[in-house]
């Protein structure tokens, strides 16, 4: 089985800020990562997939990066309404999800 | 897109409890569809996997006890749920299968197994 490991699992951070949450897969899953935001109360949704591919829809301060077993989302200029919950998914070998990492403002 | 589950609520464990995902803005017929759960305090956890043609997969902690099942006509999925432990307590989401990820999930069903 492949594992997730996301970090951290809480981040607090100003308006403004540039914000980076992080995903290591305990092998190569090549391109098969996807980033999700689910704030309380919310159905999960589909922020980037496959590494660094927008969503339609989604803010072009979200973005993704990163190869092989290290990943990256990054938000450029954290807004109020990104305060939610982030996490990672990766596709490769059926599905596994990361910890999750609980994003707030200051 | 829209998925809306139902279904849940508490049952005591080794009882059984029937799920249902209700679809809308898409055809339902020509997607896969995945319930995934996520226990109280945990990550998420994949559960299971019906294809557009009806064929289906299970995480190993669920298989032989869960069941999927879809009815094109009613747009509609379900799980049912058999010999329930207190480890199925978890909210459990449907989610539509584009390309091998999720894209749309809906907001959840809380199960409940305690007696």
């Known amino acids: 089985d492949i594992q997730m490991t996301q970090s951290p699992s809480f981040l607090s951070a100003f308006v403004g800020d540039r914000v980076t949450i992080n995903c290591k897969a305990s092998?190569?899953?090549?391109?098969?990562l996807n980033w999700y935001q689910q704030k309380l109360g919310e159905a999960p949704k589909l922020l980037i997939y496959?590494?660094?591919s927008l969503q339609t829809g989604i803010p072009s301060r979200f973005s993704g990066s990163g190869s092989g077993t290290d990943f990256t989302l990054t938000i450029s200029s954290l807004q109020p309404e990104d305060v939610a919950t982030y996490f990672c998914l990766q596709h490769k070998n059926w599905w596994t999800f990361g910890g999750g990492t609980r994003l707030e403002m200051k | 897109v829209q998925l809306v589950e139902s279904g849940g609520g508490l049952v005591q464990p080794g009882k059984s409890l029937k799920l249902s995902c209700s679809a809308s803005g898409f055809t339902f017929s020509s997607y896969g569809m995945h319930w995934i759960r996520q226990a109280p305090g945990k990550g998420l956890d994949w559960v299971a996997y019906?294809?557009?043609?009806?064929?289906?997969v299970y995480a190993d902690a669920v298989k032989g006890r869960f069941t999927l099942s879809r009815d094109t006509a009613e747009n509609t999925l379900y799980l049912q749920l058999n010999s329930l432990k207190s480890e199925d307590t978890a909210i459990y989401y449907c989610?539509?299968?584009?390309?091998?990820?999720?894209?749309?999930w809906g907001q959840g069903v809380m199960v409940t197994v305690s007696s």
């Open positions: 092998q190569n899953i090549n391109r098969y």
């Open positions: 989610a539509r299968m584009m390309e091998y990820y999720f894209d749309y």
């Open positions: 496959n590494i660094n």
């Open positions: 019906i294809s557009s043609s009806g064929g289906s």
